[in-house]
């Protein structure tokens, strides 16, 4: 490691505040009852909060690409009146307390809220069901998405776009041919990141979904349930979950290291031919 | 979540707060005699900083009564620290500084017992009782348990691990019901939640939940509840640093004058 090139007091401050990531993590490790892991994180009740988890965060994805690169596209392609204050709102539900994002999803979808008269009339009914846990993790984890997309699509810019446009390209095709296949890794990445972010939701199912197992406990919900009575198992479980975060922000890392520039145009270039 | 139901004092529940002046009123002039008491010798004076560890459904009860004590008691100062019981065990078991538990039901204080944090035997101060809460409009109709077990209808229980959900389990078990719920919470407060905000047409709390909610509920009774009554015992900690004060915040929280403050809440004799 060649750390020469900085003060040493930065890379000391940087030692403290990696150390302050990590060691809870291994603390928590530590706490693992090993010889009761496998029969823990493989209860009846684990199991159907893991299966949920997976299920509803998958969908939850799916649900922020499809309204997240549209999302995205409109942020960083096109310019209307209000745009950043339509950008900051767009963000909000990565900086507010999941609990309140809960609350106000309660408000609008519940069976008394903005729109749940309306939906009741349709036969919809959201309450208490996987539905809800769904919507909620998808207004947590779309920020995370749209932020990377739009990102991306800043920084490869609109030349090829343009070069394709005079070519005699429609918009549809500049889309799928150009603009999409330039910002795929950043889609990719965002999209694990969102899936992340939907796996760990906690503060808004429990306000929004509620919790039942099989139906709307998931993972988290199960931790802080089983926290109640049987630590153990909490712990086992935590470790699953942290786990499942380092493979996904490990998968994200390897389709773009988090921050790099633009992909190499020559590959691109072969694309959008 | 459990602030939320400091907020709830509106004027909208009148009946209570003249109520609450005369439990203050009975305390103060109960606990006036106390304060002549002469502080035994030595180091075993009542006048330190004590930490009270209480269970969320206290948070009114002891707050009221934290303030009657630092008045009974001058040079006292009780901070507050208000959480489910499981929660408030595992802060002390993992070193959280803590002078007085009071926990919502026996189990946890076993627990708390168990792993040797407790000074002395647990003494039970209060009880409480589940009840039925719909919402004040009660679009379900319901009037009884069996009705919460009707088909479509939403009922919302806490899950069987914290106390609120075994009790529950024992109601249904006496009354021969089995309520299917739409979903176990956690917390008590996370079904009373349910209810107020129209959610769910009704859920299994305690009547000072009931009680607490004021308007925006409608509380139940449900006759089978008397053969799940909760106890709530409050004991002085091994490892606080002012014992004297801490086993005095026990005897007041124990005594006769926090009871017309408790009963004021809903709570019932232990």
Redesign the interface.
Known sequence: MNTAVLPRWVVALAVVGGLFVVLPLVAMALRVDWPRFVPLVTSDSAQAALLLSLRTSLTATALCVLVGVPMALVLARTSFRGQRLVRSLVLLPLVLPPVVGGIALLYTFGRRGLLGSSLDALGVDIAFSTTAVVMSQAFVALPFLVLSLEGALRSVGTRYEAVGATLGAGRWTVLRRITLPLVLPALVSGAVLSFARALGEFGATLTFAGSLQGTTRTLPLEVYLQRETDPDAAVALSLVLVVVAVAVVGVAHRVRPLGSGTPAPPRVQNRAR | ?ANRRSSRHRPGTPARAPARALALAVVLATTACGTSTPDDAGGDTIDGSITVFAAASLKDSFTELAGAFEQAYPGTEVSLNFA?S?DLV?QITEGAPADVLASADAATMGKAGDAGLLAGEPVDFASNTLQLAVPADNPAGITSLADAAGPGV?T?VC?V??PCGAAAARVEQAAGVDLM??????SVT?VL??VT????DAGLVYVTDVRAAGDAVRGIEVPEAAAAVTTYPVAALADSADPATAQAFVDFASGPSARAVLGAAGFGAP
């Open positions: 979540m489910g499981s595992t939403k919302v899950a691990q914290v719920p739409v979903s176990e919470e956690s996370d939640g349910k905000s129209g959610e769910a």
